[in-house]
């Protein structure tokens, strides 16, 4: 079992930057890929990022990419997403996922944290 806390979010100005944490507990963490998605209000949860279990490998769609950079810290049991040029349109609930494949969809992924707050404002 994998327990997931998302941390960091906020409001900030467009073109801010801003980093959201996942804590992780479990012992498998270190073998399982990681995700953030976000789901902004009358719109379905789409991908934003994921890193497979050494952190060698990253994915992020054409929306995110150049702007966004996924981490992970084994030793901290933590995933790390650093957000920069923040718009407007970034504004969402993020969520921390672990999954038994690396992925861009929902369905990759078993377990979910609770989602944390991300507000940017023009």
């Known amino acids: 079992q994998v327990q997931l806390v998302e941390s960091g979010g906020g409001l900030v100005q467009a073109g801010d930057s801003l980093r959201v944490s996942c804590l992780a507990s479990?012992?498998?963490?270190?073998?399982?890929?990681m995700g953030w998605f976000r789901q902004a209000p009358g719109k379905e949860r789409e991908f934003v990022s994921a890193?497979?279990?050494?952190?060698?490998?990253?994915d992020y769609p054409d929306s995110v990419k150049g702007r966004f950079t996924i981490s992970r810290d084994s030793a901290k049991n933590t995933v790390y997403l650093q957000m920069n040029s923040l718009k407007p349109e970034d504004t969402a609930v993020y969520y921390c996922?672990?999954?038994?494949?690396?992925?861009?969809?929902?369905?990759?992924?078993?377990?979910w944290g609770q989602g944390i707050q991300v507000t940017v404002s023009s």
């Open positions: 890193i497979n279990w050494s952190g060698v490998i990253t």
């Open positions: 996922a672990a999954g038994s494949r690396l992925g861009q969809r929902t369905i990759d992924y078993n377990y």
């Open positions: 479990g012992r498998t963490f270190v073998r399982l890929p």
